[in-house]
Structures are given as structure tokens and as C-alpha cells.
């Protein structure tokens, strides 16, 4: 007869010593599986559980501390060098090689400081070129900050000078007041105005306008006295002023500007998410403006604004070589 058919008494102890053999041996009395092959129990599968979110928490959070690191500290400070050859139908043979330093957005304030625009003027020297220009945006927050960026700026090196345009942000705080920081420095800010540059015999105009975006640029002022078909070197802060600039009764080869940071932030197949006005049509390196033969450079620069991240957008100090087509 079958265990579950003797005496009430007998099944009793004998299910009783089964669950009890069970219990020591790791198997189940119903089942006859053990643990390693069959469901944990209930206090095991929630700890294990907990471990793993613990551990997934934790993980997240540092890889998010570690990206918040690095585009709030590293990347804003890790200057870059692009070197960019820039061939132009018109350029005369003798301005063929000529180099220019180009920097924009120090944005000296809260953010930038020092360490950032010594390194930048540093690299720029370095590089030797034959002429440097500045794209504007010399402070963030306060004309303050003009005097010590205008120092640092003071010691850039070129032998057809340093040359340097205004931007939103030095009208947005006081503009007499960076204006005058600059000019002290021997770096007087170009309003509306150009200056011819003679290389090898060979004239380059080089023009500065005051700020689009305050409505202060007069391009025809500027150019007035640029005779017909003499090459034009153009400096502006905003890059989307190229628009206007290619159509102008002036021989302008190429536009250099900054105004837009690259975006501060760009994500790959998306580009940059959030860009300025009038930095929107060409954010960032070179392009050509469709339907002329204007081409413009626009710098990503070495300071940021709020806030104050870069992501696959490294600060820049540019060096671009001309060259003459054909």
C-alpha cells in the first residue's frame, strides 16, 4: 500500500519528515527541485533584485556625473587648433599662402576668464600668422571684464596687425566702456569702416562692421572707400549677415564671424539644438553661400554663455590659410 494510503498516523510523520528532508537538502516537497534548478524563493529574487537596481542606479548616475564633467570643465577648456585652407576666385596671386589667426566669443565673465584667453592669445602667437582678427563678444555679463581681456589681447602678434570688430554682448553691457579697454590696448574696435593692407605689392581690403544684431552695421559706409573689384576681407560678428554681404556691389571674397559658439552642444546626426539669431544659416566652419561667390568662416569660439557646456563643440582659435583657385 502507498505512504498516502496507510494510517492516518503513519502519513502524517511521513509527509512531515519529507517537508523536513526537503528543507535540509534545498528541494522542494511538492516538486523534488532544488533551488539551483527551480524558481529562488520570494526573499532571494527581491534581494537579488534590489542589488540590480542599486547597481543600475548607481552606474547612471555616475556615468551622468561623468558627462556633466566633462561638458561643464573639460571640454569648455580644451582649445582647439583648426587649420583651414580657404582657396577664393579672385584672390590676387600675390595674397596666394597669406594666414590669419581668427578668434571671437572670449566672453570674458563669470564663465572664461585667464587660463582660457591667455591659451587661446598663446596658440594664436604660435601659429605666426600674417595678420589676426577679432569677431566680437569680449565680455559676458559686464563691461568690467573688458580691461583684463583687453590685456591679455594686447599681446597677440601679426605683421599686418590685429584687428577687431564688436559684437551683441559688448553693446548688451557697455560698449564705450569695452570699446575704450580695447583702444587703450591697441586695439582699437572697427565701426563701419576698412582698411587697405598691402601684401607683395598687392592690396587686400580688410572691413569691420558694427554689430547687426543692434542694428549698428553700415556696410555701404564701410566699403565706400574700396575701389571696384579690389578684394574684400570681411569681419562681422553675426555669420547670417553673409546673406547681405554676397549681393553687395563689393568684390567681398570671404566673411569671418562668430556670434553662435558652434551651439555650444552638438549631437551627432542632429547637429546643434539651440543656436542664436542670426547665427542660424551658418553656425559653424566654412561654407559658401548658394548662388555667390562669398564664402564665410564662422569660429566656434573660445568662451561660453549659460549655459555654460560644450558637448562635440570644442573652444577654437582658427588659422586660415588663402589660396587663389586655379
Not at 98 to 104: D, M, N, P, Q, V
Not at 122 to 144: C, F, I, K, Q, R
Not at 180 to 194: D, F, I, K, S, V
Not at 202 to 218: K, P, R, T, Y
Request: glycine share 12%; aromatic share 6%.
Amino acid at each position: 500500500m502507498a505512504a498516502t494510503e496507510g494510517p492516518p498516523g503513519v502519513k502524517a510523520v511521513h509527509v512531515e519528515n519529507q517537508a523536513q528532508e526537503g528543507e535540509r537538502s534545498g528541494m522542494s516537497p511538492t516538486t523534488g527541485e532544488g533551488s539551483a534548478g527551480g524558481r529562488p524563493p520570494a526573499e532571494v529574487s527581491r534581494r537579488r533584485f534590489l542589488s540590480w537596481v542599486l547597481g543600475a542606479g548607481l552606474a547612471l548616475g555616475a556615468a551622468a556625473s561623468a558627462t556633466a564633467g566633462y561638458a561643464l570643465v573639460l571640454e569648455p577648456g580644451w582649445l582647439q587648433v583648426k587649420r583651414v585652407p580657404v582657396v577664393l576666385p579672385g584672390l590676387p596671386p600675390a595674397l596666394d599662402g597669406l594666414s590669419i589667426a581668427h578668434l571671437t566669443d572670449l566672453h570674458w565673465g563669470r564663465y572664461t576668464g585667464l587660463r582660457e584667453i591667455r591659451a587661446a592669445v598663446e596658440a594664436a602667437n604660435a601659429l605666426e600668422p600674417d595678420l589676426v582678427v577679432l569677431t566680437g563678444d569680449y565680455v559676458l555679463g559686464s563691461a568690467a571684464y573688458a580691461e583684463p581681456c583687453a590685456a591679455e589681447l594686447a599681446a597677440l602678434r601679426a605683421p599686418l596687425g590685429v584687428y577687431a570688430v564688436a559684437g551683441n554682448h559688448d553693446h548688451w553691457t557697455d560698449i564705450a566702456t569695452v570699446g575704450g579697454a580695447l583702444a587703450a590696448a591697441g586695439l582699437p574696435l572697427m565701426r563701419n569702416e576698412a582698411r587697405r593692407l598691402e601684401v607683395a605689392g598687392s592690396a587686400l581690403w580688410l572691413a569691420g562692421l558694427d554689430d547687426v544684431c543692434e542694428g549698428h552695421d553700415d556696410l555701404e559706409s564701410a566699403l565706400a572707400p574700396v575701389p571696384p573689384g579690389e578684394p574684400v576681407l570681411l569681419l562681422v560678428h553675426e555669420p547670417d549677415f553673409a546673406i547681405v554681404a554676397a549681393f553687395a556691389p563689393w568684390s567681398i571674397l570671404l566673411q569671418l564671424s562668430g556670434h553662435s559658439h558652434g551651439g555650444q552642444v552638438c549631437l551627432p546626426f542632429v547637429g546643434p539644438p539651440i543656436l542664436p539669431w542670426l547665427g542660424r544659416i551658418y553656425p559653424a566652419g566654412l561654407q559658401a553661400v548658394t548662388g555667390a561667390s562669398l564664402q564665410v568662416y564662422t569660429n566656434c569660439g573660445v568662451g561660453v554663455i549659460s549655459p555654460p557646456v560644450r558637448i562635440n563643440c570644442r573652444p577654437e582659435v582658427a588659422l586660415l590659410t588663402l589660396r587663389a583657385a586655379g
